[in-house]
T-cell receptor, first 112, second 117 residues
Framework: GESVGLHLPTLSVQEGDNSIINCAYS??????FIWYKQESGKGPQFIID?????DKRQGQRVTVLLNKTVKHLSLQIAATQPGDSAVYFC???????????FGSGTKLNVKP | NAGVTQTPKFQVLKTGQSMTLQCAQD?????MYWYRQDPGMGLRLIYY???????DKGEVPNGYNVSRLNKREFSLRLESAAPSQTSVYFC????????????????FGPGTRLLVL
């Protein structure tokens, strides 16, 4: 079955540094991926998405990279700020237009 | 716009009790979802409704029922609560538009924290 996993459950970075959060997926048929941010006590919040016909997509301070060869997804956050402290999930949509499978999440701690 | 709203925010039940979790969205989205989130695990889909009048099972539907009351509202019912249903429940919605994949993003509510004793 599908599995969406994260390499590191917790990541600590210094304020101002860049952060990289990784995600592996198992279904080569997945064609749409989303990164979500979840702050404590709140629901997940959309950050950025990418389709399988792209290798890279940039947003404001965030970049998502997709390597279909090794089925790997990463989220890069530039100049990490204390407000970036949260749990980050990746989600994949393997074959159903509206059904996603979510990873367990990586907790990002930003040290001042 | 309030986005996706959920009630209640927190609930304590005894084993065997029933309750309904309410969800509403004001974004005119077609699709709505119920997820549960347990410590150390990703969100797992319980049920979803691709459009008004339809519902389908997700990964973990046992012990739950849903009702898509209208386009705005999607409720989740626990008929006989069990301790294994202690979790945080999230409702989400998305605008399913065939041919417009960029609309697939799901928007989440703040969650309902349920404790079953």
């Amino acid at each position: 079955g599908e599995s969406v996993g994260l390499h590191l459950p917790t990541l600590s970075v210094q304020e101002g540094d860049n952060s990289i959060i990784n995600c592996a997926y198992s279904n080569s048929a997945s064609d749409y991926f989303i990164w979500y941010k979840q702050e404590s006590g709140k629901g997940p919040q959309f950050i950025i998405d990418i389709r399988s016909n792209m290798d890279k997509r940039q947003g404001q301070r965030v970049t998502v990279l997709l390597n279909k060869t090794v089925k790997h997804l990463s989220l890069q956050i530039a100049a990490t700020q204390p407000g970036d402290s949260a749990v980050y999930f990746c989600a994949e949509n393997p074959y159903n237009f509206n059904k996603f499978y979510f990873g367990s999440g990586t907790k990002l701690n930003v040290k001042p | 716009n309030a986005g996706v709203t959920q009630t209640p925010k927190f609930q304590v039940l005894k084993t065997g009790q029933s309750m309904t979790l309410q969800c509403a969205q004001d974004m005119n989205h077609n699709s709505m979802y119920w997820y549960r989130q347990d410590p150390g695990m990703g969100l797992r889909l319980i049920y979803y409704s691709a459009s008004e009048g339809t519902t389908d099972k997700g990964e973990v539907p046992n012990g739950y029922n849903v009702s898509r009351l209208n386009k705005r509202e999607f409720s989740l019912r626990l008929e006989s609560a069990a301790p294994s249903q202690t979790s945080v429940y999230f409702c989400a919605s998305s605008e399913e538009t065939s041919g417009s994949p960029s609309q697939e993003t799901q928007y989440f509510g703040p969650g309902t924290r349920l404790l079953v004793l």
